[in-house]
């Protein structure tokens, strides 16, 4: 799959300076726009997987993926690639919180319930904000993101397990 990513610079610079993309920084962004394909190809499985009621499994929700952004399966990447990366940024997940988790304690009184009720609102409110883009500094949002997406996590086990 080749796709253009426009790079803006200034006329000045253009015309001054020039432009020269080093190599290690073309292998820099192509890396981060991996990781950025394989976070979203992770959450479109856990949302496809995890709902109620719409349970599909990896495989159509991979397939569901590809169809929704234009990926020809064997043309563009293989089936089993697409697998192999949901699989690998999944685990790479499951890894990360299991570092950062912290023990459950259930809330002793319903005060403190209440309290992470509205905890958990709050989260859920910013969480939707920060993902259809309505908020003012979007690279403290997504760092913010995921802390509030795992402490959200966190709170849900609390209340409803």
Not at 28 to 35: M, V
Not at 105 to 130: E, F, G, M, S, W
Not at 149 to 160: D, G, M, R, V
């Amino acid at each position: 799959m080749s796709s253009q990513l426009p790079i803006q610079i200034s006329e000045w610079q253009f015309e001054n300076i020039g432009f020269d993309m080093p190599k290690d920084k073309a292998m820099a962004i192509n890396a981060f726009i991996e990781e950025i394909f394989s976070e979203h190809l992770y959450w479109w499985c856990q949302v496809a997987t995890q709902t109620k009621g719409r349970y599909k499994g990896y495989d159509n929700a991979i397939l569901q993926f590809a169809q929704k952004h234009n990926i020809t399966i064997d043309e563009d990447i293989s089936f089993d690639g697409l697998k192999k990366k949901e699989f690998r940024q999944r685990k790479l997940i499951e890894q990360k919180t299991r570092k950062t988790e912290q023990p459950i304690v259930k809330p002793d009184t319903v005060t403190d319930a209440n309290k992470l009720k509205k905890r958990l609102i709050h989260l859920r409110h910013y969480i939707n904000k920060t993902q259809n883009g309505l908020v003012e500094n979007k690279k403290t949002a997504t760092a913010k993101l995921k802390a509030y997406n795992q402490e959200k996590a966190t709170i849900e086990k609390i209340l409803f397990e």
